[in-house]
C-alpha cells in the first residue's frame, strides 16, 4: 500500500509541477504531436494534414488525412515512456472523417515494499486511452468533431476505468491564413476508482487561434487553456511549513495563455518555438531555470513520410524529446 500511495501521488502531479494533485489520468494532457508540443504543449487551432493533431482538437480531422497513420514517442522522465497511434479514413464523400487511436504512458518498474521497507517485489504502472474521432464538415469553413475515450489504468493490483469524450469546433479561412477553435475536453469521469474514493479527470476548456502573416513566411498560434478554472492552488513547503501560494492578478491571467510561432518556408519544412508561462512558473517553484516552459521543433516532409521532432521540458532537472511521424498510406512515394 505504501508503494500504491507514492506512485498515485506521482501520477497525479504529472505535468502539473508544484500544484495540488486533485486529478488523475494527467497524461492525457501531454502533447501527442511535435508541430502541437514544439508551440507550447497545446494547440487546438493549428490546420495541417497531421493526424496526431486529432488528440487535441477532433475538429481539425478531416478528409485530407484520408488513409493517413500517425504515431508519436516521448521519452520522459528516467525510464517513463509515452506514446500515441492513430489512424484516419475519410467518408461520407469526403464531408466527414473517422479515425481510431490509442495513448499511452508507462511509468516504469518500482519496487513494492512494506511499511518497514522490507523489498517484497517489483510492479509496474501504466495508463492507456483508447479513441474513437469522427468530424464533419459543418460548411466549407466550419468543422465540427468528437472523440470517445475508454480510459485505463492498472498500478499493480490497481486498476481504473473511465470514459470521456472531446468534443470540438474549428473555422478555418485559407484566403486569409485564419483558424480559430474551441474545444472542451475530457468530460467524464471514473466508472471505476483505484479505492473507494473516486478522483476527478482533467476536464478542460479551451479556445485557441492561429495566424499566417500575408507576406512572411510566419504563423503565430494563441491557446488559452484551463478556461474552466481560474486559478491553481500551489504548496509552498519552504520553511518548514506548508502554505497555499497566493499569486497575483496578472501572474494567474498569463497561466491561461500559451503562445507559439512557427516558421514554414515551404510545404516541406518547418520550425517551431513555444512559450508557456504556467510551466515556467511551475519549473521555477521546483527549483527549474529560466528555460522551463520554452519548447523547440521542426519538421520535413519527405514523400508520403512527415517527420517531426520537438525539445520538451516537463520536468526542472530532465529535458524530453519527442518524435512524431506521419504516413499517407494511400499515396503513392514519388
Known amino acids: 500500500m505504501r508503494s500504491f500511495l507514492s506512485l498515485l501521488a506521482l501520477l497525479i502531479s504529472t505535468a502539473v509541477c508544484a500544484q495540488t494533485g486533485d486529478h488523475v489520468f494527467n497524461f492525457l494532457r501531454i502533447a501527442t504531436s511535435s508541430r502541437a508540443a514544439a508551440l507550447g504543449g497545446h494547440n487546438i487551432s493549428l490546420v495541417e494534414n497531421d493526424a496526431n493533431l486529432i488528440f487535441h482538437n477532433p475538429a481539425l480531422l478531416g478528409a485530407e488525412m484520408d488513409n493517413t497513420?500517425?504515431?508519436?514517442?516521448?521519452?520522459?522522465?528516467?525510464?517513463i515512456n509515452m506514446g500515441s497511434v492513430v489512424f484516419t479514413k475519410a467518408a461520407l464523400n469526403e464531408r466527414a472523417a473517422w479515425g481510431a487511436g490509442v495513448q499511452f504512458i508507462n511509468y516504469g518498474n518500482f519496487k513494492e515494499a512494506l511499511p518497514d521497507n522490507?523489498?517484497?517485489g517489483d510492479f509496474t504502472a501504466n495508463d492507456m486511452s483508447f479513441n474513437g474521432f469522427f468530424a464533419y464538415d459543418l460548411s466549407d469553413r466550419w468543422r465540427g468533431g468528437a472523440t470517445g475515450k475508454f480510459i485505463y489504468s492498472a498500478l499493480d493490483a490497481y486498476s481504473s476505468i473511465a470514459l470521456a469524450v472531446d468534443l470540438g469546433l474549428s473555422y478555418y479561412n485559407a484566403d486569409k491564413g485564419f483558424s480559430s477553435a474551441l474545444a472542451f475536453?475530457?468530460?467524464?469521469?471514473?466508472?471505476?476508482?483505484?479505492?473507494?474514493?473516486?478522483?476527478?479527470?482533467?476536464?478542460?476548456?479551451?479556445?485557441?487561434?492561429?495566424?499566417?502573416l500575408a507576406h512572411a513566411p510566419f504563423r503565430f498560434s494563441m491557446?488559452?487553456?484551463?478556461?474552466?478554472?481560474w486559478k491553481f492552488n500551489y504548496i509552498d513547503a519552504t520553511?518548514?511549513?506548508?502554505?497555499?501560494v497566493n499569486e497575483k492578478f496578472g501572474r494567474v491571467f498569463f497561466n491561461h495563455f500559451i503562445f507559439g510561432l512557427d516558421f514554414i518556408p515551404t510545404e516541406n519544412f518547418w520550425l517551431g518555438i513555444g512559450f508557456n508561462p504556467k510551466v515556467n512558473g511551475d519549473m521555477k517553484r521546483q527549483g527549474g531555470g529560466g528555460f522551463g516552459g520554452f519548447t523547440a521543433g521542426g519538421g520535413i516532409?519527405?514523400?508520403?513520410?512527415?517527420?517531426?521532432?520537438?525539445?520538451?521540458?516537463?520536468?526542472?532537472s530532465a529535458a524530453s524529446f519527442q518524435l512524431s511521424l506521419g504516413i499517407n498510406v494511400g499515396r503513392k512515394s514519388l
Request: with cysteine; glycine share 10%; hydrophobic share 35%.
Open 301 to 316: 516532409c519527405i514523400k508520403r513520410f512527415d517527420v517531426g521532432f520537438t525539445y520538451l521540458n516537463y520536468y526542472p
Open 239 to 244: 520553511g518548514g511549513a506548508e502554505a497555499i
Open 223 to 229: 491557446t488559452l487553456y484551463n478556461l474552466n478554472r
Open 69 to 79: 497513420l500517425g504515431m508519436s514517442y516521448v521519452s520522459y522522465i528516467s525510464d
Open 118 to 120: 522490507t523489498i517484497i
Open 185 to 212: 475536453k475530457n468530460l467524464g469521469g471514473q466508472l471505476k476508482a483505484y479505492t473507494d474514493e473516486r478522483v476527478k479527470i482533467p476536464w478542460d476548456v479551451q479556445l485557441g487561434l492561429t495566424q499566417r
